[in-house]
């Protein structure tokens, strides 16, 4: 195979943009790869003079879905990071238009065009050991990529997936006979698969084999072997890291070995984006969102993503129930193209290779987020292209049209890519006053904008807009606020767009150090309710996070108190009390030392906590004294049923008997007139104490005679005289 080249140049291209896509993915330079991929396919179309051919049924629902995208960006919750996904977007669709106008033309051999993406696969398995190897390497990818063992299995394998039809077709096809050792590659990529500790991607390719094995594989001993012997592994294999726990007490590829299917987390993310789509149904939270989507709708705290792990539900909760069904009709129409090419291909053409790869991709895509990156969304729709067939339009116009749009489109994307790269160098020369003014809306480059001490209030309050529902941008801009009540209300936003901020000891601290108690309160009681909500699903919190929002609702428990809201305190003291039983015993209660805070006040407080008596611990004769002691201020001002919440602490003879002696001792020391209001509300109490109490005769007598005998004293016979048939004839008084 000798080819031209001009044809040699354009594959060289390809496959250099391809390699560049992955190892551009996830940072600032992945739109500026893509313009420029972009701006090499535009300068090919303009070469190739290509008209740009689509399926009539499928254009329908290409280009429809390219508006509703868009329209969607203007109703996004992030701009910045809405533009970027669209741009991603409508750029794979370019690629898909080109390649599969180029197929259908002639203008590009598809064969060749696969030849690359097998050449480009296999330098990326190059890159792929040799990061596995060395995973140091890795410090200059971002922390997630597509190549190296990031949060659990690599990315790879859903490249692998994709792409491994196409070894095999190479395989049998008439470019491998040049290759001694044909069944190399296959080996090869199948264990590649393996190390990528991808479970789903794994299955996916076991299941595709009976598709992809021909007659010749009965001829070949040692495929045969290397097969048999990779299933026997990855069947109990795959058994052990999704049912046992075992794995778990591995310390190397713990991660990727310690996955029980019991405590998946994809659910999680799927309730996010169906709770977001419900909320904002018609024109989603914004395309690319689903990072702000999670921190919004998370209900277990540390457990979050940039993405949903299906795409369908991603796209919907992103862009709405129109775009999203536009989206989904079109990817199904071409499953449906490519598993009807797949029943009907009996000649087993690379048409019929390319559709099994795109059926293995599309069902990755609904348990994961592969689809969700340029790079793998692009190389399908490639895929898409190779195997997709229809007849030419015979709409002259239409076909002028469409290619007309094409070529703006690109170039606008392109127009783009150029700015991304003024703005880069904008920043470079510390201009990020003026790039704000230019173009402000590269999330990438918002963190350098905000962290320029040259930023002035103006462009900071620019860039707080643009980013105000983005939580990642927003905690950036507290070290510029230096007013404190302008950071509180910082906060607060953050908490509107992410709930989990309540539990941020920072905001805490700012709150408790302005002496904000009742924002205090409503916080870190909501912080516990997260905490509580997540821990029952079965997460784990180390107990010192919640002991440290539990603190501060006790300050602002304290406070309430303080106010003379016990109501509001008891229920927060019950929260607190639920997380530390001991709070009133590892510190002397807070209303023992406070002269405005009342019996009535303290008893609502322990009603509503719901303590008891050993909630007290070493300080409970602290809290009897202090009982005592408030016995003759607030007396006068209780009710029989304030009292009967301290019966849970005290009892029945020792809540009379403290009661008495206080009323007692301080009618000896008080006139007849100071004493009297005393005196009366000691009967009435006595009363209704010895009607309410369960073994009436079991309450201590010297006091019930000395009240007795004071009534007679001052002449109240009547009142002395129902004491006295109680105490010589045991007849209760009614």
């Known amino acids: 195979m000798i080819l031209s080249l001009r044809w040699s140049i354009f594959l060289l291209f390809f496959s250099i943009f391809q390699i560049l896509l992955v190892f551009s993915f996830a940072t600032s330079y992945e739109l500026i790869v893509v313009s420029a991929y972009i701006l090499f396919l535009l300068i090919s179309f303009f ?241 690319g969102t689903f990072s702000l989507i999670t921190k919004k709708y998370s209900q277990i705290g540390q457990h979050g993503s940039i993405y949903a792990h299906n795409f369908f539900l991603q796209t919907f909760s992103e862009s709405g129930i129109v775009a999203g069904t536009v989206v989904l009709i079109l990817l199904v129409s071409i499953f449906l193209r490519a598993v009807t090419t797949v029943i009907s291909n009996r000649t087993r053409s690379i048409e019929y290779y390319l559709a099994i790869g795109f059926i293995l991709i599309f069902a990755n895509s609904l348990l994961d987020f592969d689809w969700n990156t340029f790079f793998i969304f692009q190389l399908s729709l490639l895929f898409a292209a190779g195997f997709l067939q229809s007849s030419e339009s015979k709409n002259i116009r239409l076909v002028k049209l469409i290619t007309l749009f094409w070529a703006i489109t690109a170039l606008m994307i392109v127009t783009l890519g150029m700015v991304l790269i003024l703005s880069k160098a904008l920043l470079a020369d510390s201009q990020a006053n003026l790039l704000v003014g230019f173009f402000p809306y590269s999330r990438y480059q918002a963190k350098e904008i905000i962290n320029d001490n040259s930023l002035n209030e103006t462009n900071i309050s620019k860039m707080m807009e643009i980013h105000k529902n983005d939580p990642d941008i927003l905690f950036l801009f507290l070290e510029k606020i230096n007013d404190q009540r302008k950071k509180i209300a910082l906060y607060q936003k953050l908490v509107s767009i992410s709930p989990w901020t309540t539990i941020n000891t920072d905001y805490m601290k700012l709150l408790e150090s302005e002496q904000m108690f009742e924002e205090l309160g409503i916080t870190a009681i909501n912080g516990l309710r997260l905490i509580n909500e997540a821990q029952s699903k079965g997460y784990v919190f180390r107990y010192e996070v919640k002991e440290n929002v539990a603190s501060y609702l006790n300050q602002s428990a304290n406070y309430h108190l303080n106010i003379g809201d016990p109501q509001t305190a008891g229920k927060y003291y019950n929260e607190v009390l639920q997380v530390e039983k001991w709070t009133f015993h590892l510190s002397e209660p807070y209303f023992i030392n406070q002269e405005s805070i009342t019996i009535k006040d303290v008893g609502i407080l322990l009603k509503l906590s719901e303590a008891d008596k050993t909630s007290f611990g070493k300080n409970y004769e602290t809290f009897i004294q202090w009982f005592e002691k408030r016995v003759i201020k607030d007396i006068l001002f209780v009710e029989m049923q304030d009292l009967k919440v301290y019966l849970t602490f005290i009892s029945e003879n020792d809540l009379w008997f403290i009661i008495s002696s206080e009323i007692y001792t301080h009618m000896k020391r008080s006139t007849q007139e100071e004493g009297q209001p005393y005196i009366l509300w000691w009967y009435d109490f006595w009363n209704k104490y010895i009607q309410s109490v369960d073994e009436p005769n079991l309450i201590e007598k010297e006091y019930q005679y000395k009240l007795m005998n004071t009534l007679f004293s001052r002449g109240e016979k009547e009142k002395a005289k129902v004491i006295q048939e109680y105490l010589y004839d045991g007849r209760v008084p009614r």
Not at 183 to 211: D, E, N, Q, W
Not at 230 to 241: A, E, N, S
């Open 47 to 287: 070469l190739l003079k290509l008209k740009i051919i689509l399926d009539e049924k499928l254009s329908f629902f290409f280009f429809l879905s390219i508006p509703l995208v868009v329209i969607s960006l203007f109703f996004s919750h992030s701009f910045s990071l809405s533009l970027e996904n669209v741009t991603l977007y409508i750029a794979s669709f370019l690629v898909f238009s080109f390649f599969y106008s180029a197929f259908h033309s002639r203008k590009i051999e598809k064969e060749h065009i696969f030849l690359a993406v097998l050449l480009i696969l296999f330098v990326l398995s190059f890159f792929f050991i040799l990061l596995f190897v060395f995973p140091s390497l890795s410090a200059f990818l971002p922390t997630l990529n597509l190549l190296t063992l990031s949060y659990g299995h690599s990315h790879f394998a859903a490249i692998l997936l994709l792409v491994l039809p196409i070894v095999w077709w190479f395989n049998y096809s008439r470019y491998s006979e040049l290759f001694r050792f044909k069944f190399f590659l296959v080996m090869l990529f199948y264990t590649l698969l393996l190390f990528t500790f991808g479970r789903l991607a794994i299955i996916l390719s076991f299941l595709s084999l009976p598709f992809l094995l021909s007659k010749n594989f009965v001829e070949n001993k040692g495929l045969k072997l290397f097969l048999l012997s990779l299933f026997l592994i990855v069947i109990p294999g795959l058994f052990f890291v999704s049912f046992s726990s075992d794995n778990c007490k591995t310390v190397e590829f713990k991660q990727q070995l310690c996955k029980p299917v019991v405590k998946e987390i994809r659910p999680e993310y799927f309730k996010q984006a169906v709770y977001s789509f419900f909320d904002y149904p018609l024109f989603g939270y914004g395309p």
